[in-house]
Every structure is written in C-alpha cells, then in structure tokens.
C-alpha cells in the first residue's frame, strides 16, 4: 500500500529556489510507493514549476500579486497574522484527507500547519536555513522582542511534535542545535539536489546579452527585495568602476525594490554598467555566458543560484549565507566574504583578472556540484519515510 505523503510550503508559484528544489524532489520520489500532495500557503503567481501528472497541486489558502500595491501588503499581513495565531483554522480550511507524512517545506508558518495533525500521522520539519533570527536574547527593542519569543516559543513546540528535522546544510544544522539544542537528536542532514539535465539544456537556448564576448559579465539573480540585498552589489560595482574597470552586471528578477535600486544606479551613474533585467524564466544561458556569479543575500537556506551556476562551470562570489562554505570548497569553486562592499569588489575584481584562477574555478565548480544530485537527495529521503509506520513509532 502506498504511503500518503504532504509537502507545505510557504509558496510554490514566487519563482524562487526553494520551489525548484520541491519540484525536483517529488518529480523523482517512487509513484509507485508515494501518493504525493503539495499545499502551498500562498500563491503569488509569478511562476509554477512542473510537477509529474502523478504530483497533486492543492488549492492554495490565499492568492496573492507580488505588487507594491498596498491593498496587497495589507491582505499578506493579514494571513500571517491569522496564521500565526489561528493555524488550526487554516489548516482545517486547506487540508481535507489523512496522510501517513506531513512534511513542513520549512520552519515557522508551514510547521505551524504540518504539526496540528494527528498522533497518528508522521511529522517532518525541513528548515531551509539558518534559523539565528529565532534567538531572540539580544534584541533591545522590546516590542520586536516579544514577537520573536513568540514565534520561538511556538517554533519550539512545532520542533518538539516532529519526529524527524532535516537541515540541508551544516549551517542550517548548527543554528537548529544553537537555539533548540534538545532537538539534537530528530536532526538529519539532505543536502539540496539539482537536475542537472535541465540545467544543461535550459543554457542551449540561445540569448543575446547585447554585451561585448571580451566584457566579463558578473550576474546576479533573485527577488528584488531586501533579502537578496542587490544594493550591496550595486555600492560593490560602484567601487570597482571608481578602479577603471570595464564590466557589466546583469541582475534577473523582479520585486519591490526595483524601484530603490533603479535611483541607486543612477545616484552612482551606472546606467552603462549595472542592468535589472526583469524577471527571466529561463536564466540558464546567463549563468553559462557570464564571468561569475554574485550573490549578496542576508540570509539563504542554501543558495540554489550557486549551485546552478556551478553545474554550467560559473565560479562565484558570496555574502556568508548558509551553504556558500560548504559550496566554496575553501577558496577552490567560490569566494565567501562579510556584508562588506569592499570585501566583495575585492573578490570579483580577483576572479576578473585572474583568468588561471577562474578557468581553475570553473573546473573544480563542476567537480564538487557533483555531489548535490537530485538522485542523492531524493533516495535519502525515502530512506528517511521508509523508516516510518503510520501506526508505530520507529
């Protein structure tokens, strides 16, 4: 008989990683041993990734436009309001059958949801990424500190009703350890997985960057919003041009702060030389033509863009997010560097005029994302599910 396996997520429709990376697992678990669904909390509608006919898309709690109009803000603040305080009614509105494993696609809001099921039904948290913004210890301002022990206290007891935490980088692992130390034991660590197969075709298609082949490219790719912190590679540009450099920065994706960074390229006049290229659907043929890549967020789960861009041979620069270490193999695919604009022009301006070093990059680049496999990653989760009996504890 086959086991009956949920998958919530926050969003399966922003075009983000983490819903290629869910995409990518269910399309390769065993259809013959799994009936799989996908609940999205909410559905922003910018992209659906494909999923086997086998693969079932719920309906989504709530659809929202990824806009700046503010009616749409204050309907988004709304839901997580009502579901941070009253999942149980969400989670009776969304999810109508019994199944044998729920598994929470991260922390906070989706466990909220996964942990209210049955004794009966098996329970898995799968964290994304660092979960630090939980300590709630240091904060100062009292107001903001009450909110974060909050969701500390209910992440706590979300962790404590799941039978298994999978944390997909040792970052990830480690932050979990740091905050809920009694947790230690329910950890195992997937690391991400990749089709490779996609990737390689997705960069046949045939682009033209309206670039000179002899400009190196550095390429950024991600929401335009204060996470990926694309302002930080802006002010990086900014001092590699004051060098005399010649370059172009290509940034894929759309978000609220096209706006806030369209004045930055301007207050710094550099209209030639850093472009926001909108959302692009297929962002492959970038990653195989570019230089390198540049990722500059606060904070990742693990960054899936470096991994795609490894898999076409793209070396990389990187904020310290979760997983850019372990992807960096000390120095030998990618440079990992502080929040510093500084530290982070230094490093492409190495990769730039280092041709030995780049070429090297690139090589070893497709050697270590060897490793990171969808096959790998989808055949150490159904060990894991293999291990559960709906009726038993294990």
Not at 44 to 58: H, Q
Not at 110 to 120: A, C, K, M
Not at 296 to 323: D, Q, Y
Request: charged residues 30%.
């Amino acid at each position: 008989m086959k086991k009956k396996i949920l998958f919530v997520v926050w969003s399966f429709s922003a075009g983000g990683g983490a819903e290629k990376i869910l995409a990518n697992i269910v399309n390769g678990m065993d259809k013959n041993k799994y009936d799989i669904d996908v609940l999205e909390l909410v559905d922003f509608g910018v992209k659906r990734e494909p999923v086997n006919e086998s693969v079932r898309i719920l309906q989504p709690l709530m659809k929202i436009r990824m806009d700046r109009k503010l009616s749409e803000k204050l309907r988004l603040k709304f839901y997580e309001f009502a579901l941070n305080y009253y999942p149980a009614i969400a989670r009776r509105a969304a999810i109508k059958d019994n199944y044998d494993v729920e598994i929470s696609f991260n922390y906070l809001f989706p466990s909220f949801i996964t942990t209210l099921s049955g004794s009966r039904t098996k329970k898995v948290a799968w964290v994304h990424g660092s979960i630090q913004d939980l300590d709630y210890k240091n904060i100062t301002d009292s107001r903001q500190k009450r909110r974060q022990r909050y969701l500390h206290n209910k992440q706590k007891k979300a962790f404590e009703k799941s039978d298994k935490i999978v944390a997909i980088s040792s970052k990830t692992y480690n932050s979990i350890v740091d905050i809920y130390p009694e947790s230690k034991d329910k950890i195992v660590k997937i690391h991400n997985g990749f089709n490779f197969n996609e990737i390689y075709e997705g960069s046949n298609e045939r682009v033209d960057l309206g670039i000179n082949k002899d400009v190196p490219v550095i390429l950024g790719v991600g929401r335009l919003d204060k996470g990926k912190n694309f302002g930080l590679l802006i002010r990086a540009a900014r001092l590699l041009k004051e060098e005399g450099l010649d370059f172009k920065v290509l940034i894929l994706g759309e978000g609220d702060e096209r706006q806030y960074l369209e004045k930055l390229i301007a207050e710094f006049k550099l209209e030639d030389s850093v472009q926001l290229k909108g959302f692009i659907n297929n962002p492959y043929p970038y990653f195989k033509n570019a230089t390198l890549f540049c990722m500059t967020s606060t904070a990742e789960g693990f960054p899936t863009v470096i991994a795609e861009a490894m898999v076409l041979g793209c070396p990389f620069v990187s904020t310290a997010v979760a997983g850019a270490e372990e992807l960096a193999e000390d120095g030998k695919c990618g440079l990992v560097e502080d929040w510093n604009e500084n530290r982070i022009a230094k490093s492409i301006k190495e990769i730039i005029l280092n041709k030995k070093k780049r070429e090297d990059m690139s090589g070893n680049c497709i050697d270590k994302i060897a490793e990171f496999t969808v096959e790998n990653q989808v055949a150490k989760l159904q060990q894991l599910l293999d291990k559960f009996d709906s009726y038993k504890e294990f």
